[in-house]
């Protein structure tokens, strides 16, 4: 016999949510509540009555709404992902209202499972040349026209991961928005003597979203604030 499926609420029921919803049932959940800023104007939708029977919530709204509606799903001990973008520089407001509660977060500038092990594969890069003085690095991306942050959360995690690896030269950075590109990041290293390349392309949204769901699995039971990484490696 099956098991249950467990509950779950979209907060931010746009493109992404519409595809969290759509993937749902094959990870386990049952969609129970989707807020958007039609019911979830300035987070009235947020209620403990609207929550109370929700095992996990994946936020995917917008830069600007997707802070107040993490801190107040803690606030409710909701365990949640964040899969909006734009939004990590308030991660230490969002990260206290969590640790506060306590309740429990999974956050990544990107959901996508291929690009978790690209970041890693950056980092290993990073560290192999980082005293190899005759090479100069970038970190490209391109993403389509709608996306509003640029450079995205993820080519600024590659780079800061680079950094964190000893990589401490230049790496120059550049963004593209253009048609309806789901996204490609890039890093590579160049040299008089020949050029290293390593691309992670995405086909579809869709590996955002399982990505999101397999997270929100896993932050069930659990409190504190993890990564995506956390989440696939331990």
Known sequence: ??????????????RMGRLVEQLAPANGFEVVLKLNQGNNRNG?????????????????????????????????????????????????????????????????????????????????????MRDETGYGAWAWEIHHDTKKDAPSGTLLHLVDTMRKRGYLRNIDVSSNRAGRHPGTHEIGFDSAADTITLRHVARSREGFAQGALKAAQWIIGRKGVYTFEQVLFG
């Open 1 to 14: 016999m099956n098991p249950k499926p467990k509950t779950l609420a979209i907060v931010g029921y746009g």
């Open 44 to 128: 009235e939708g947020l209620t403990l009555n609207a929550l109370a029977d929700v095992d996990a919530a994946i936020e995917f709204s917008t830069p600007e709404a997707a802070p107040s509606n993490l801190k107040r799903l803690a606030e409710l001990k909701v365990p949640t992902v964040a899969g909006a973008t734009g939004w990590l520089e308030h991660l230490p407001e969002v990260t206290r209202a969590v640790q506060e509660s306590p309740s429990a977060l999974v956050w990544s500038a990107n959901f996508s499972i291929g690009a978790a092990v690209f970041s890693r594969l950056a980092g290993v890069a990073a560290e192999l």
